[in-house]
């Protein structure tokens, strides 16, 4: 196996090298990339495809994953010194230095304990370069740095592994604007309050698993396991703290070249590789997936051949050339966007509560609370509507579907019982009715504390 990934190196390190003069010809600014930035003919080529499917020479790795993600473009369109702006910024704004924490210095305060905390966290125990006393200095200043770059996603714990696997190719503001490319683009969504882009793509996961995997999809079901229990993790930290760094690194290039859906497909591939372990195939309960998954063995032996895996890769994403993936995103997207609408409402009346409870005389908190209460019913009704819609339609696809119809005509109509609910209806009317239940409670809490 290791002679087999030696001459694959060989092959790609050749083969690259064709690229580059090919791409020095052309009068490129990088490897497949214009002097604007922007790809260059050679990035549209079916010989820069094969190329990805290579991987990239550890060598090469800081100059084409800056200029294909566009992380040189920010960094060169950044003001001068702007990174060490951020750093000092956050510095300053997160030690206290006499008076009151509050507002943005109780935000930055909170976010650099979280930090110190992961730095030891990150890892821990391996002979890596972030685990020298410089690494870490290096780490805490890119988390730092970009909690101050955007407020909106701040700090979000993972955050910490995609910085220090980054710092083991680039230098520290390249990791930092890398890390930035990550998290609002390749990732988006993922790391925001809500992680909406996060749940869709599970949800569109939990579709190509229906349509690609039967057998796989109903083994998860049949163990009642839900994909994000397993999943969160893998896809958060890119698989940065799953697979070992050689297969890890490979997948990266992938994902920097390629684009967001590699990660999608590394899921798929996992899944696909673990149902031929014989544990997992005749899995009958939740725990036996769930531990085999989370356990750090399965990773090592299934990552062993980091060739082998991104095969596996690569023949998902094959596969997923066959669906519609932009139109499984769209359909979920509403949905997402509207649930995280209704979890931010009820966290701003958990807020107003307890803003109620340290000043129960004060009028203008009183008419923050009614107008939450207000706008908190209308929702509850919305609900209500959608709970009805979603009976009436589930109702109609079982009357409807050719399975009853075939048992109405076999079966006594009456004294028989009813058929039950299959396992998705029976979760989706669930799901609402638990929507429902925690608005409704929240209502409740607010009027009895505004009497």
Known sequence: MRDRIKCLQHYRE???????????????????????GAPSVLRQSRAFAALIRLGVPRYLRPTVWLAHTGAATRRAKAEEGAYRKLVAEFERSSRASGGPIDGPRATAAVIRQQIEKDLTRTFEGECTRVNSAVGKSWLKNILGAYSISNSSIGYCQSMNFLAACLLMYLDEEDAFWMLSVICEELAEGYYTPGLPGLQVD???????????????????????????????????????????????????DALFLHGHDILLAAVLAVLSLALENEKFARAEAFEDVVLLLKSADFFATLATDSVFFMDAVWEQMDLMSSVDLAGMRERHRAQVASEVVRSTALQEVHTLLGQMADADTDGAVRLEMSRAIRDLQQEVRDVKIQKIELERRLGNMVAASPIVQRRRRTQPPEGRGVRPQSREETASLTATQQRYDIEQAGIEQLQVDSA
């Open 202 to 252: 599970i949800r569109v996961l939990a579709d190509l698993l229906r349509s690609l995997h039967p057998e796989l999809w109903s083994l998860l079901q049949q163990c009642e396991v839900p994909l994000d229990l397993i999943c969160s993790q893998w896809l958060m930290g890119l698989f940065s703290m799953n697979l070992p760094l050689e297969t890890l690194f490979l997948l990266w």
């Open 14 to 36: 050749a083969q690259w090298l064709n690229f580059r003069a090919e791409s020095q010809a052309h009068n490129d600014l990088a490897l497949g990339v214009g002097a604007t």
